[in-house]
């Protein structure tokens, strides 16, 4: 292996539950220290063997090497241990990092860790689109996350998918209401089935500052707040200040918030707000509904397009290695509500 993708121009290695641990961790990084031309994308994910040893050696291999720009580690749950994790998040933020794109699902890192990736993925200058799937960060790292992306003017974060992180009101406030816009590049925030509704008031919070009379998260255009068992009255709130507010997400184009207790009984007055919402100077789609589409396909397709600009600035040349099933697509699969 090692010997073989040295001399290759191999640019996408799909090595997706392969059964590969540490020892073929070992193989695989000595192959990447050896590449002359950076790699595209490189997925291990579901390989249930690999552990903190063989994903630390893999990031070593990352800074020695010429790098990869999309990395996967999905469903690989003993990846993350606190010496991988801590090497993991100085790459992030070093100056010849690589890496555009990556991906975590269902990977918990030690507690103590989890800031420190975290605050990794905020300080990084080169990363693109993160997504932090059902990893138990909690709260506190996503503060360190807001506060290393608000000190970064470097950073050219798009995507930000942190589904399935047990995360607050706290975490979202922290994340949307900072003076130094912290999501000034971000196009799409997908919060899904978390628990927003609790902790800061978000609504509120919005409403003091838009009022203040300066725009909230200017260039966000998707946000996905769905599956977080929002109560009616918080959604109305959020929908109201929407209505009423211009500079509250003026880029606004997708609101998810589909699987929410709030919306299962939307009455008239939540219906002609949603309806009103079209008439913002950026039509707002607001999706909640089970059934048909509701801006959704319209949400999914600027989604997908994002990703594939993103792969496309990643691209490089030469072929493409698949080893065993490849699961999932290269766009991220969270939607603007439950599909």
Sequence with gaps: LSLGLAQSRVSDL????????????????????????????????????LTGEGVGMLVDAFGKGAGVKSIKFDYCPGALSGEATS???????????????????????????????????????????????????????????????????????????????????????????????????????????????????VPTLLQEAASSGRDVCAGLEDLDIGGNKLEKEWVLQLLKALQDTPSLFPSLRTLGLGGNEGMQEANEEVEAIVESLQDRATPLDVVYKAMG?????????????????????????????????V?????????????
């Design 327 to 339: 699961g999932g697509a290269v766009a991220n699969g969270a939607t603007a509500g439950p599909d």
């Design 14 to 49: 799909q090595l997706e539950e392969v059964g590969m641990g540490d020892e073929g961790a070992r193989s695989l990084a000595d192959a990447l220290i050896q590449m002359e031309l950076p790699m595209s994308e490189l997925s291990v994910s579901q390989n249930q063997h």
């Design 87 to 201: 090497k993991l998040g100085a790459l992030l933020k070093s100056s010849t990092s690589a890496i555009h794109s990556l991906s975590f699902n269902t990977v918990v890192p030690p507690q103590d860790s989890k800031s420190t990736l975290a605050k990794g993925v905020g300080e990084s200058s080169t990363l693109v689109h993160a997504k932090l799937v059902n990893m138990d960060l909690g709260d506190e790292a996503i503060a360190h996350l807001a506060s290393a992306l608000a000190s970064n003017p470097s950073s050219g974060l798009k995507i930000l998918d942190l589904t399935g992180n047990q995360l607050t009101g706290d975490a979202l406030a922290s994340l949307l209401l900072t003076e130094t816009n912290t999501l000034a590049t971000c196009k799409r925030l997908v919060m899904f089935d978390n628990r927003v509704g609790t902790g800061a008031h």
């Design 293 to 325: 589409d509701d801006g959704k396909a319209g949400a999914n397709a600027r989604a997908n397009q994002l990703a594939a600009d993103i792969a496309g600035g990643a691209g490089g040349s030469g072929g493409s290695t698949t080893g065993g099933e």
